[in-house]
């Protein structure tokens, strides 16, 4: 049969078939695009966040954005109760988030830049009741931990971050999978992540996958177990999208800290301790150690 324009109804059903096979084939790749294109959206924002830490540097001499003094135990807060997200001084209470602020502050960095968008934070609005600018504020909100996707180098340790790090030491990189809406989670057996302990256990697992058990758990596709990867930031400025965590100098584990600075095992630097506490012995214990915290 055919129709006044000289198409026969066998023609419309081969190409309606075509376009059927055409989507068959193309929708699995479709389907990785937007992952892919939020993993470079959050490499992005780490490489941006990475020049704004040069900015800053340079004009404190050559050290990383820190805000407050001494260990991190004494001086961590989750709220600051008598001002505007910030301390009564530079000796009170100071967030991990608030040493990243000072990019907001003194960097003119986006709030934005600080979420990665495949991740459960949200940006910072700014909103607070003195109707102060986003620049006079310090730290993220009431709440910070909801406001910034990254982790960043103990900078109230015994080795902050400054511009003479080795060119591979891992200054951020996505979230620690310790670190959960700002709590650290306890470690498991092997310093596993309880929430992928059993995958630890599966006999079927190399060390190769063990490693991998360690890495940010939202770069990944729906039906995998384990997190793809993360991106990192280095000392050097430049980000890459590393497929485990023990790419830090040496084969530093950058989400962990060594048990000893003391001639410390292979094992002990590309595996490490997890963070248990907020406390001066959870921290780096070399210049080498990378050991991005929230």
Known sequence: MRNRNGISLLEVLVVIATFAMLLAIFMPSLGKVKPIARRVVCATNLKGLGTAITV??????????????????????????????????????????????????????????FICPI????????????????????????????????VYHNPYGKFPANGERSAAFAVM????????????????ENNMPPQIITLAQDPQNTDRNILKLGNFQFHK???????????????????????????????????????????PTEQDKQGGTAPTNRSPENDAKTEDDSFLVL
């Not at 001494?70 to 530079?90: I, M, Q, V």
């Open 119 to 150: 991740s459960d934070q949200v940006e910072f609005d700014g909103q607070n009741s003195k109707n102060l600018d986003i620049v006079e504020l310090w730290d993220f909100g009431p709440n910070p931990h909801n406001h910034v996707s990254y």
């Open 56 to 113: 800053y540097a340079n004009d404190y001499d050559d050290k990383s954005p820190q805000l407050g003094k001494g260990p991190w135990a004494k001086k961590l807060g989750y709220s600051y109760e008598d001002s505007e997200f910030r301390p009564n001084d530079y000796e009170g209470p100071c967030t991990i988030t608030s040493s990243l602020y000072l990019l907001v502050r003194e960097a003119d960095v986006s709030p934005k830049s």
């Open 173 to 188: 990189a996505d979230m620690n999978p310790w670190f959960k809406d700002g709590s650290i989670i306890p470690a498991g």
């Open 221 to 263: 596709k729906r039906t995998e177990k384990l997190g793809q990867g993360q991106n990192v930031l280095f000392a050097d400025g430049h980000s890459s999208f590393e497929k485990q965590p023990n790419v830090g100098v040496k084969w530093d584990n950058i989400y962990t800290y060594w048990s000893t600075e003391e001639n």
